[in-house]
Nanobody
């Protein structure tokens, strides 16, 4: 089992940057692909980005391509999401998630473990 704890959220002006981090417990972190999702008020949870077990593959939702970067450090059991050029529409609770799966990885149902979320608010 994996426990995930996110941090790094906050309030930022449009055009600013934030870096989210997620620390995983357990000794099998490198066995999981890691994803970031977000959920805005009144909306369904949305896939943001995923990174493969060894970090050699990443994939992003179109709306964040070129602005967000996902990375991981297996030795430190962390996954990060660097967010730049933030927009008000990026406002949401951001969740990291872990999965044993190796295909798909863009749906919430693909993931086995979730963090509690961290709030990101972008003001205009």
């Amino acid at each position: 089992q994996v426990q995930l704890v996110e941090s790094g959220g906050g309030l930022v002006q449009a055009g600013g940057s934030l870096r989210l981090s997620c620390v995983a417990s357990g000794r099998t972190f490198s066995s999981y692909a890691m994803g970031w999702f977000r959920q805005a008020p009144g909306k369904e949870r949305e896939f943001v980005a995923v990174i493969s077990r060894n970090g050699d593959y990443t994939y992003y939702v179109e709306s964040v391509k070129g602005r967000f970067t996902i990375s991981r450090n297996n030795a430190e059991t962390t996954v990060s999401l660097q967010m730049t050029s933030l927009k008000p529409e990026d406002t949401a609770v951001y969740y990291c998630a872990a999965t044993y799966a190796s295909r798909g990885l863009t749906a919430s149902a693909d993931y086995d473990y979730w963090g509690q979320g961290t709030q990101v608010t972008v003001s205009s």
